[in-house]
């Protein structure tokens, strides 16, 4: 099984991408947010730099509904020495929408078909897809697929809902088995893979599955990947034969890995590389504590971090006082 991290705006920057892929990996690919600008803008061009990247396997993403654009961004990634791009069309967020842009672009077929014929024919690179099943209703994924399956697209990737489901909401693995029935392309899954029994949900529903992409779930629990990518045989196992026996051997395999991963300081290291990271490049202590404070609402989901522990951290004026909270938390034993 292929693992990909997803791409996430403000989350996982080259900082955090790489801080994960040396304390954590287990990713097979790593994509970084959206780019967006015909020059890019130097938040966006940072993020891409080789030099800023040089241990990663990255795929940079681009969002536009225009074919100057994309090209003209296509070129300067190839100049930069990638040799994929991905194309986003699943943003939700209300502006990128409102433009026609991400997946609000699902919004009008016709003219993404006439923006693909483009691309693809002129693109210097493969280029893969980042899509959402539709706009409503799950009655537009059957054209979307029959659209897609008219280009070379070097792999599609599906996160199986809506635009109008947000991030909310059960994703439809359904719709991923149909795309896996009408697509000949290789197809990733995404949404909600945050755990091993949505993993081995999704490996029951759709068996043929050879790559997931995790957001939330990653960031929230930085283990998860390579517990994954380690248990891969015993939820083979477990798809074929639903025993109570296979289910005890598979919960026990899962929880020696656990067990042999759960290693707290290692997330303390982890944790300090990307503040120091985000120190040596921002300016001033508050947009860090920003970014810090950001991550550590994804972060003590898994982390059953107390209430009142969160809250400190919220209201941490100085990374001194920030500094000593996070201590507190890691010798409370997370
Ligand atoms: C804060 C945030 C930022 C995101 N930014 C991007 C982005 O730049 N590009 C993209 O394709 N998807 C973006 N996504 C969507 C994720 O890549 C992913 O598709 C989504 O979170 C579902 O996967 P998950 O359930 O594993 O988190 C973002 C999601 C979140 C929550």
Same mark, same amino acid.
């Given at each position: 099984?292929?693992?990909?991290?997803?791409? %996430?705006?403000?989350?996982?920057?080259?900082?955090?991408?790489?801080?994960?892929?040396?304390?954590?990996?287990?990713?097979?690919?790593?994509?970084?947010?959206?780019?967006?600008?015909? @020059?890019?803008?130097?938040?966006?061009?940072?993020?891409?730099?080789?030099?800023?990247?040089?241990?990663?396997?990255?795929?940079?993403?681009?969002?536009?509904?225009? &074919?100057?654009? !994309?090209?003209? *961004?296509?070129?300067?990634?190839?100049? %930069?020495?990638?040799?994929?791009?991905?194309?986003?069309?699943?943003?939700?967020?209300?502006?990128?929408?409102?433009?026609?842009?991400?997946?609000? !672009? #699902?919004?009008?077929?016709?003219?993404?078909?006439?923006?693909?014929?483009?691309?693809?024919?002129?693109?210097?690179?493969?280029?893969?897809?980042?899509?959402?099943?539709?706009?409503?209703?799950?009655?537009?994924?059957?054209?979307?697929?029959? %659209?897609?399956?008219?280009?070379?697209?070097?792999?599609?990737?599906?996160?199986? /809902?809506?635009?109008?489901?947000?991030?909310?909401?059960?994703?439809?693995?359904?719709?991923?088995?149909?795309?896996?029935?009408?697509?000949?392309?290789?197809?990733?899954?995404?949404?909600?893979? &945050?755990? @091993?029994? @949505?993993?081995?949900? #999704?490996?029951?529903?759709?068996?043929?599955?050879?790559?997931?992409?995790?957001? /939330?779930?990653?960031?929230?629990?930085?283990?998860?990947?390579?517990?994954?990518?380690?248990?891969?045989?015993?939820?083979?196992?477990?798809? &074929?034969?639903?025993?109570?026996?296979?289910?005890?051997?598979?919960?026990?395999?899962?929880?020696?890995?656990?067990?042999? !991963?759960?290693?707290?300081?290692?997330?303390?290291?982890?944790?300090?590389?990307?503040? &120091?990271?985000?120190?040596?490049?921002?300016?001033?202590?508050?947009?860090?504590?920003?970014? %810090?404070?950001?991550?550590?609402?994804?972060?003590?989901?898994?982390?059953?971090?107390?209430?009142?522990?969160?809250?400190?951290?919220?209201?941490?004026?100085?990374?001194?006082?920030?500094?000593?909270?996070?201590?507190? *938390?890691?010798?409370?034993?997370?």
């Amino acid at each position: 099984m292929k693992i990909y991290l997803a791409p %996430m705006e403000g989350i996982t920057t080259y900082i955090y991408r790489n801080a994960y892929h040396k304390y954590y990996g287990g990713i097979d690919t790593y994509y970084t947010p959206f780019v967006a600008n015909r @020059t890019l803008k130097s938040r966006e061009l940072r993020d891409v730099l080789p030099e800023n990247n040089t241990a990663l396997p990255l795929v940079p993403q681009i969002l536009t509904n225009k &074919t100057d654009v !994309f090209l003209e *961004i296509i070129e300067q990634l190839k100049d %930069m020495g990638y040799n994929e791009v991905n194309f986003n069309l699943g943003c939700p967020s209300g502006t990128v929408v409102a433009k026609g842009r991400g997946a609000g !672009f #699902l919004d009008d077929p016709t003219e993404l078909e006439k923006f693909l014929d483009i691309i693809y024919d002129k693109s210097p690179l493969p280029i893969s897809i980042k899509t959402r099943l539709g706009i409503e209703s799950l009655y537009e994924w059957e054209d979307l697929l029959k %659209m897609y399956a008219k280009f070379p697209i070097k792999e599609l990737i599906v996160h199986a /809902r809506t635009l109008s489901q947000q991030y909310g909401g059960t994703p439809h693995m359904e719709a991923f088995k149909m795309a896996q029935d009408m697509l000949s392309c290789p197809l990733c899954y995404n949404g909600d893979i &945050t755990d @091993t029994d @949505t993993y081995g949900k #999704l490996l029951k529903e759709c068996p043929d599955t050879t790559a997931v992409m995790i957001g /939330r779930g990653a960031i929230a629990d930085p283990e998860l990947p390579v517990i994954l990518k380690h248990s891969n045989f015993n939820f083979n196992q477990f798809c &074929t034969s639903s025993t109570d026996n296979n289910e005890k051997i598979f919960n026990n395999n899962i929880s020696e890995w656990r067990n042999n !991963f759960m290693d707290y300081s290692k997330f303390l290291s982890f944790h300090d590389e990307i503040l &120091t990271g985000y120190r040596d490049y921002m300016s001033g202590e508050q947009p860090v504590l920003y970014k %810090m404070k950001e991550l550590w609402t994804l972060w003590s989901q898994h982390r059953n971090v107390d209430k009142k522990i969160l809250k400190k951290i919220r209201k941490a004026q100085s990374i001194s006082a920030y500094q000593s909270i996070v201590k507190q *938390i890691y010798f409370n034993g997370l």
